[in-house]
């Protein structure tokens, strides 16, 4: 089974630059996640997709950041302007909503795309 | 407050020795519980979902107390390659986000 695939895997850009980062998840899952991930701290949730339906955007910077997963399957997050405290990693991940104990809601995540705002 | 909150550490400790990590979370209504490990610049994975009767994987026994609001993650006979961040993460309702914690981090020495 492939991966959740993410590009870039490095990106610096200067501030107030905009930046796109892209995702496809594991085939089939029909959950897709970003999150972003500060040096030091757990990852935290951006926004999460059902499909192509938004479930929960509550920590998104609306003001800045942009996702969107359009065909419910490969997914883009953009941020513009960037700030120097958007430095992080951006984490993608998948689910599968399966039903019982084994592997339901468990997150698959990609390698990630990191950032860096000089 | 934190909705989900791990002791940092670092915990150092030698190889062969037993250690325990906690998590608590300030949902009652969570209802899913996990701990991911996350090596140095690499991605989280999943190392175990927690169990209510509590489960245990080889060296790794996890334990769920819902009263308390609890999750722990016991390690028996560390090796050196345990050493990374062991993040825990609960997940509300099925359509829940999953709060991860900030992670401990363990560096096993020889």
Redesign the interface.
């Known amino acids: 089974e492939a991966g959740v695939a993410q590009s870039p895997r490095y990106k610096i850009i200067e501030k107030r630059q905009s930046v796109a980062f892209w995702c496809n998840p594991i085939s089939g899952h029909a959950t897709l996640?970003w999150?972003q991930q500060i040096l030091?701290?757990?990852?935290?949730?951006l926004i999460?997709f059902?499909n192509n339906g938004v479930?929960?955007d509550s920590q998104l910077p609306k003001d800045r950041f942009s996702a969107e997963r359009l065909k419910g399957v490969d997914s883009t997050l953009k941020i513009q302007p960037a700030k120097l405290e958007d430095s992080a990693v951006y984490?993608c991940a998948s689910s599968f909503?399966g039903s019982g104990?084994s592997g339901?809601?468990?997150?698959?995540?990609?390698?990630?795309s990191r950032l860096t705002v000089l | 407050r934190k909705e989900?909150e791990q002791d940092p550490g670092p915990f150092n400790v030698p190889e062969g020795a037993t250690v325990a990590f906690n998590c608590t979370y300030s949902n009652s209504a969570s209802q899913?519980f996990?701990w991911?490990r996350q090596d140095c610049r690499?991605?989280?994975?999943?190392l175990m979902?927690v169990?209510s009767s509590g489960n245990e994987d080889g060296r790794f026994t996890a334990q769920l107390n819902r009263a308390s609001q609890y999750i722990s993650l016991l390690i028996r006979d560390s090796k050196l390659s345990d050493s990374a961040t062991y993040?825990c993460?609960v997940?509300g309702t099925?359509?829940?986000?999953?709060?991860?914690?900030?992670?401990t981090t363990l560096t096993v020495k020889p």
Do not use: H, I
Request: no cysteine; net charge positive; charged share 20%.
């Open positions: 996640y999150y030091g701290q757990g990852p935290k949730l999460q059902q479930v929960d984490l909503r104990r339901a809601n468990v997150l698959t995540f990609g390698a990630g | 989900v899913s996990f991911y690499k991605e989280p994975k999943l979902s169990y993040l993460v997940k099925n359509a829940g986000k999953s709060t991860f914690g900030d992670g």
